[in-house]
């Protein structure tokens, strides 16, 4: 059985930082590509990154999020981890971690995704 486990999330203050983890189970993590969503309270999830699983692995971000967070992934320990920094209240979200793209639709695209953590609440205050 496939398993995604958010955790990291948290309170912080605009421009701090939060650094968000994901492990997965039940899958060969090392050969599918990873993304993290978000879900503010009345908005539709939206894409913030993916990782792809090519080594070195190519990355891919929302504009709203460039430059501030980073993406990356441990093969090792089955990890994909979302480094956010100068964190603002706008990025106040449930953060959720996807997996296993199908090749169907563009990495942004909810639908694209296979798998799905339960999400980790992420809130900044201003």
């Known amino acids: 059985q496939v398993q995604l486990v958010e955790s990291g999330g948290g309170l912080v203050q605009a421009g701090g930082s939060l650094r968000l983890s994901c492990a997965a189970s039940g899958l060969t993590f090392s050969s599918i590509t990873m993304a993290w969503f978000r879900q503010a309270p009345g908005k539709e999830r939206e894409f913030v990154a993916a990782i792809s699983r090519n080594n070195p692995s190519t990355t891919y971000y929302a504009d709203s999020v460039k430059g501030r967070f980073t993406i990356s992934r441990d093969n090792a320990n089955n990890t994909v981890y979302l480094q956010m920094n100068n964190l603002k209240p706008e990025d106040t979200a449930i953060y959720y971690c996807?997996?296993?793209?199908?090749?169907?639709?563009?990495?942004?695209?909810?639908?694209?995704?296979?798998?799905w953590g339960q999400g980790t609440q992420v809130t900044v205050s201003s």
């Open positions: 996807a997996g296993g793209s199908r090749g169907r639709f563009s990495l942004n695209q909810r639908s694209e995704y296979l798998y």
